[in-house]
């Protein structure tokens, strides 16, 4: 997990981090594989600064295309951070996504 942001969520809140950690500058996930990850899950939490997008993958999942744009940086990779809790992946980072998605957890 790259973001000093969302360490430190996970510090102060005494929230518990995923067992494996991928290091997003060593190893890019592009388009396809980061939308396989996608369609793995059933909940998709985005977090866009004071935002938060949540895609139903079960229920209403978006297309390729609406899903690649909140997935997907500038560089065309997998947003920084990106967690896989459960069935739940949560993208980016935002202090109100990351209170829902752990929130739900306790």
């Given at each position: 997990?790259?973001?000093?942001?969302?360490?430190?969520?996970?510090?102060?809140?005494?929230?518990?981090?995923?067992?494996?950690?991928v290091d997003a500058t060593k190893n890019r996930?592009?388009?396809d594989e980061a939308l396989k990850l996608a369609k793995a899950a059933d909940k998709i939490v985005v977090g866009k600064g004071k935002k938060v997008i949540v895609f139903?993958?079960?229920?209403?999942?978006p297309?390729?295309?609406?899903?690649?744009a909140q997935l997907l940086g500038p560089s065309g990779n997998l947003k920084a951070p990106t967690l896989r809790m459960g069935r739940t992946l949560l993208v980016g980072f935002s202090e109100a996504a990351y209170r829902q998605v752990f929130g739900e957890r306790r």
């Open positions: 997990m790259g973001c000093k942001k969302a360490q430190g969520f996970l510090e102060v809140n005494a929230a518990e981090a995923p067992a494996e950690v996930i592009g388009r139903n993958m079960k229920t209403a999942p297309d390729d295309d609406a899903l690649a």
